[in-house]
T-cell receptor, first 118, second 114 residues
């Protein structure tokens, strides 16, 4: 079974609108963390936001926020007021066993290609 | 601030040739990783290291070897390149102290095997 599932291969969104990128995950570990990365056409991987399984509040970083629904095992990325520069590939990733020192492997989803339309 | 530097950025090999990809980080990170990225498959972990002198297999280790002789460097080797190893390779590092610390990535190496 896929540990990280991103069901939207591609999305087109009008500039200035909000966009939600879906991510569901599968783990039996109660201690895990979820990361979102952005990969623009230039190819580098840019860290956006993190959510820990024990965090009481949804993570926010500027225009990025995470809609974390633990019971549904979903961690959707919300980008508010989208900009042309948001056009990129977005990856959701999970680290399991975060309470165990030394376990830092990430499992990535297949990504969502977001295109912002002017 | 260099962060994670990968060398080379592009390379074309013939089937059966060997090569080494170099990853260097200047953040004093304990953990280092090698991933490959193929279309439609996201990033998959090849090998990783939890400290100088240590290496471990990831999800897709076959056909690759790694070495971590110095804390700042992590080398990925292809002994006999195959067309199936055509991919974009990313190196990453992380500090290993706090759970919310992200992995920091290099800019990638685009490798084509003919």
């Amino acid at each position: 079974a896929q540990k990280i599932t991103q069901t939207q291969p591609g999305m087109f969104v009008q500039e200035k609108e909000a966009v939600t990128l879906d991510c569901t995950y599968d783990t039996s570990d109660p201690s895990y963390g979820l990361f979102w990365y952005k990969q623009p056409s230039s190819g580098e991987m840019i860290f956006l936001i993190y959510q820990g399984s024990y965090d009481q509040q949804n993570a926010t970083e500027g225009r990025y926020s995470l809609n974390f629904q633990k019971a549904r095992k979903s961690a959707n990325l919300v980008i508010s007021a989208s900009q042309l520069g948001d056009s990129a590939m977005y990856f959701c990733a999970m680290r399991e066993g975060i309470s165990n020192f030394g376990n830092e492997k990430l499992t990535f989803g297949t990504g969502t290609r977001l295109t912002i339309i002017p | 601030n260099a962060g994670v530097t990968q060398t080379p950025k592009f390379r074309v090999l013939k089937t059966g040739q060997s090569m080494t990809l170099l990853c260097a980080q200047d953040m004093n990170h304990e953990y280092m990783y090698w991933y490959r990225q193929d279309p439609g498959m996201g990033l998959r972990l090849i090998h990783y290291s939890v400290g100088e002198g240590t290496t471990a297999k990831g999800e897709v280790p076959d056909g690759y070897n790694v070495s971590r002789l110095k804390k700042q460097n992590f080398l990925l080797g292809l002994e006999s390149a195959a067309p199936s190893q055509t991919s974009v390779y990313f190196c990453a590092s992380s500090g290993g102290i706090f759970s919310n610390q992200p992995q920091h990535f290099g800019d990638g190496t685009r490798l084509s095997i003919l």
